[in-house]
């Protein structure tokens, strides 16, 4: 259903630009920072218009309504969301709908802001999802010019290194003596404190502290530019935190909610009903980012309207940069209080207009020992907006990286929510996440081993690979010593001697032609043995042998007993052979008792169970391609 008074309404709404801007901590009568993401804005350059409600900066050209400046907040990019947002906060409940013949005229600034090497982000078609540090620039009657503006440098690099996850700090990180959300324009005293610059009317150079800020007369905050104090408020808040079970219902710990002084607002006020020409309250979740500037969660999980920010909203817990080691950048407040709650080190963005903020606070501050994970939310916009950010970062000669742990869940707060354990176990697993690789299908380079029935055995026509016979010792030294009985190739018989003792006896029975005097050894001269090894790497054992040899045959066959071994020693074993055989495509039997089966059948081998008995012997398995392989040998009587 569309408005039929939208334009009305439109034009109602924009009136309430100085009260927003009042919200913000901004006095209109006089000249402010300018709210441009993208503009570095040293001296204040943006004044307000009344007569057009508007404010228009005359440092970057750039000039914003109530609802550009809404999308800035809130990372709305396109009108009808812009006015659905505004519409909530100053008239309560969701529009009706928006004419389709709504055009809302956007352009960008006539001329670039910045040099090619500052990190400022190029501009994107406005009809896409906002980003951080997207913004919207429209022109408007420039006006009077202040006299004077500052222009952004970039003059900082940065050092990538991984460190241990965090252990939490007990510090308190709000109400210090230090205003975090000023911290990026906030010089040294002589005493050597921080404090906030005063620069108007012929004042720079004094100082006041951050916590004193509060004390000052009305009159003299007005004509200063300083910021409005909600110190005690917050405190108040704080103090109520008990009251709501809002935050460990979003999983926080009781140490984050202390520390980061979250508290709770039985009746906040959101602005009147105009229907009803009352007073719209929530129960507020409160959560600062300074002295200075603090957001509001609606506590009631039914309503659409859930967000407001009062102040000059700033970056949450952005102080941590101070701290060397592994630090988590977020999109939203709740994703790095998740964090800390698992005790690793986090600071949320919070909106698409403290991207500068951000930045300048890097450039401003040493980054030596300091790693960034950009963690984004599981969805389209999310993944923009972090490339955005990457983008900004690098461009700053920055290391930085995207990591996306909260699959399937929107972000990491609902992931937390959810299965604590899951986000814990992926956080802790994160370099080894950032070192796996995939690969598509690809053949083979060597040739799948196969035997495809008792002849391929008996005379080992097969190709290289690792072969397992399996069953008791007795029958596993008869088919060995059939095989050699038959097979032309050289044979290396890697067991222990007594094996090998019962091994040759079956050979001796089976052999007619054997005359009087004659040695074993001269009979079957390719049929050779060594003890298997003991404690060494049987690969690197197999592969000196099969050098010792050097009889001209290239690839002899080794059989290898792994009767005698057991547990760790049997896992090492089984290792190094699959390497070795895929390695130096040499050829392996393996000799196993039906209890060693499991560890050698899942490893891809030709694997057959030898059963039977008296001559006949059945052999009946997989290959490693999962074909079946039934066949049956009939020797002699040993």
């Not at 704080?238 to 984050?256: M, P």
């Not at 105009?274 to 600062?288: D, M």
């Not at 606070?361 to 990457?390: M, Q, W």
């Not at 995207?402 to 399937?408: D, F, K, M, R, Y």
Request: one cysteine or more; hydrophobic letters at 35%; a negative charge.
């Amino acid at each position: 259903m569309q408005d039929p008074d939208f334009e009305r309404t439109r034009k109602f709404l924009k009136t309430k630009l100085a009260e927003y801007l009042k919200s913000r901590g901004i006095d209109t009568t006089r000249p402010f920072r300018c709210l441009n993401p993208q503009h570095r804005d040293e001296h204040p350059s943006m004044s307000f218009n009344a007569r057009t409600n508007n404010v228009h900066c005359f440092g970057c050209d750039a000039s914003y309504d109530i609802f550009d400046l809404v999308g800035l907040e809130y990372g709305l990019s396109s009108f009808s969301d812009q006015y659905a947002k505004v519409h909530e906060m100053y008239l309560g409940g969701q529009p009706t709908g928006l004419p389709p013949s709504t055009v809302i005229t956007r352009a960008t600034a006539p001329r670039p802001l910045y040099k090619d090497q500052d990190y400022a982000p190029t501009s994107r078609p406005l009809t896409t999802p906002a980003t951080f540090g997207q913004t919207r620039i429209i022109r408007s009657d420039p006006g009077e010019r202040p006299a004077h503006f500052a222009q952004s440098t970039v003059r900082s690099q940065a050092v990538f290194t991984v460190e241990a996850p965090y252990s939490p700090r007990k510090a308190d990180t709000f109400f210090s003596d230090n205003a975090h959300a000023l911290t990026a324009y906030a010089p040294i005293n002589d005493e050597g404190e921080k404090g906030v610059e005063l620069p108007s009317r012929g004042r720079e150079g004094s100082y006041v502290k951050p916590h004193a800020l509060s004390s000052l007369p009305e009159e003299i905050r007005a004509r200063d530019n300083v910021p409005r104090s909600y110190r005690d408020y917050l405190r108040q808040c704080a103090r109520n935190a008990g009251n709501t079970t809002y935050f460990k219902d979003r999983g926080l710990s009781d140490e984050v909610i202390a520390r980061f002084h979250l508290g709770f607002d039985p009746a906040f006020s959101v602005g009147g009903d105009p229907q009803s020409n009352t007073v719209l309250t929530w129960q507020g979740a409160i959560i600062p980012y300074s002295d200075y500037a603090y957001m509001v969660r609606n506590t009631d999980t039914t309503s659409t309207d859930r967000v407001r920010k009062r102040g000059q909203a700033g970056i949450l817990n952005l102080d941590t940069v101070n701290q060397p080691g592994l630090i988590f950048i977020t999109e939203g407040e709740f994703d790095a209080l998740s964090l800390e709650t698992l005790g690793y080190r986090a600071l949320s963005l919070g909106g698409a207009a403290n991207l500068r903020k951000l930045t300048d606070y890097l450039r401003d501050h040493p980054l030596v020992g300091r790693s960034f994970c950009i963690l984004p939310d599981n969805d389209e916009t999310g993944r923009n907006s972090a490339e955005k950010l990457l983008e900004a970062l690098h461009a700053l000669h920055i290391e930085a990286r995207i990591v996306s742990l909260t699959a399937p869940y929107k972000d990491a707060n609902a992931l937390l929510c959810a299965s604590p354990d899951t986000l814990a176990f992926r956080l802790k697993n994160l370099e080894r996440l950032n070192t796996l690789t995939f690969g598509g299908p690809r053949l083979p380079q060597k040739s799948v081993g196969d035997l495809p029935d008792a002849t391929a055995l008996l005379t080992l026509s097969c190709a290289p690979g690792l072969y397992t016979l399996s069953g008791r010792k007795s029958l596993l030294r008869r088919t060995i010593a059939h095989i050699l009985d038959t097979t032309s190739r050289t044979t290396l018989s890697v067991m222990s001697a007594r094996d090998w003792e019962l091994t040759s006896l079956c050979l001796n029975r089976a052999s007619q032609s054997l005359n009087e005097g004659q040695e074993l050894r001269e009979l079957y001269p390719k049929a050779l043995h060594v003890p298997i090894p003991g404690g060494e790497d049987l690969a690197s054992a197999l592969d000196l042998m099969s050098l010792k040899l050097n009889n001209g045959d290239a690839s002899p066959v080794f059989v290898v007993s792994l009767c005698d071994l057991d547990g760790e020693t049997l896992s090492a074993a089984i290792s190094s052979l699959i390497r070795y055989t895929e390695e130096l495509a040499q050829t392996v039997i393996v000799l196993a008792l039906p209890e060693q089966s499991a560890p050698l059948e899942d490893a891809g081998t030709v694997f057959l169970k030898v059963t039977g008995e008296s001559g006949d012997l059945s052999f009946e398995g997989l290959t490693a391609l999962g074909e079946s392989r039934h066949f049956r040998l009939s020797i002699r009587e040993f």
